[in-house]
């Protein structure tokens, strides 16, 4: 069988960013037979329906990699209870034109890391939201909620966790297997 393209989404910008350290964890607990490559969110400028049926280049691009991937992680940060404004403007693009969405029937799986306690579960939950319309099959458990994530990666952005590292194992073999249904 041909190898599980996963596409990890980087829902931070920042360069220090948990989440993306996080899915950098991920690319070393991915299972045989599956890959994970990461994209990044920036350069997508802000919606704008007016372009929707001439999509900038980043846009096209962005849409290109999420059709060619077999199934998505989704890494999100938490800002004031939601998902980042960026990472939704991200999913909305790539949702347009109408009938020609990236997302429809892509296998997804959901986690988050923040230095709040709640490890994004806020946050998770509207993403999840977002993945009903979009149609995509979702993984439900585990749920990983990386919280204080100060503590559970070292100076080097290293996830030291080891539960955190198991629960991220987990979650990307019920994603494969997903992907795998979905085939
Ligand atoms: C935050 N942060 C945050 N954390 C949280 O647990 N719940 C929240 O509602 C918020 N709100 C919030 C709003 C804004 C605008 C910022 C910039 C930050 C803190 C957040 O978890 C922390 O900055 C993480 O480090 C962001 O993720 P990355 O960039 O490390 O991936």
């Given at each position: 069988m041909d190898v599980i393209k996963i596409l990890g989404i980087v829902?931070?910008?920042?360069?220090?960013s948990y989440n993306r350290f996080a899915l950098k964890a991920a690319q070393e607990l991915v299972p045989g037979g599956a890959v994970l490559n990461l994209i990044e969110l920036h350069g997508i400028p802000v919606?704008?329906?007016?372009?929707e049926m001439t999509l900038p280049a980043s846009v096209l691009e962005f849409k290109r990699r999420i059709l060619d991937a077999d199934a998505i992680l989704f890494a999100t940060p938490e800002y004031n209870y939601s998902l980042p404004g960026g990472l939704k403007n991200a999913i909305d693009w790539a949702s347009r034109p109408y009938g020609e969405s990236a997302w429809l029937g892509k296998p997804a799986a959901v986690m988050g890391a923040s230095?709040?306690?709640?490890?994004t579960a806020r946050a998770q939950y509207h993403l999840r939201q977002i993945l009903v319309t979009l149609d995509m099959p979702v993984v439900n458990q585990p749920e990983v909620m990386i919280g204080n994530a100060a503590q559970r990666f070292d100076q080097n952005g290293r996830l030291t966790d080891a539960p955190t590292r198991q629960h991220i194992q987990k979650l990307l073999g019920a994603l494969v297997q997903l992907a795998k249904t979905a085939r």
């Open positions: 829902g931070s910008l920042r360069k220090g919606f704008d329906q007016d372009n230095t709040g306690s709640l490890g």
